[in-house]
């Protein structure tokens, strides 16, 4: 019980961290959401964004993240 109850507090840290990232992220240099990759159809009054390339970048750094910290 004692390690699900460290998960939650964890993946909830995570989200906040994500959350602050999302709000701030025009204002921060990284360029996250304007890579090549990532996909982006105008129409008319339609715009699709689909952010392949950023969601494979995010993926590995926490992948790297989550690998170091859980690490025995």
Do not use: C, H, W
């Not at 602050?20 to 921060?28: E, S, T």
């Not at 970048?57 to 993240?65: A, D, N």
Request: positive net charge; without cysteine; hydrophobic residues 60%.
């Amino acid at each position: 019980m004692e390690q699900m109850g460290k998960f939650i507090v964890l993946t909830g840290v995570v989200l906040v961290v994500i959350g602050l990232l999302m709000m701030f992220a025009q204002k921060l240099p990284l360029g996250l959401g304007k890579l090549p990759g990532d996909i982006v159809i105008k129409r008319d009054n339609f715009t699709f964004y689909f952010p392949l390339a950023t969601s494979i970048l995010l993926s590995i750094i926490l992948t790297l993240i989550l690998n170091l910290l859980f690490r025995k």
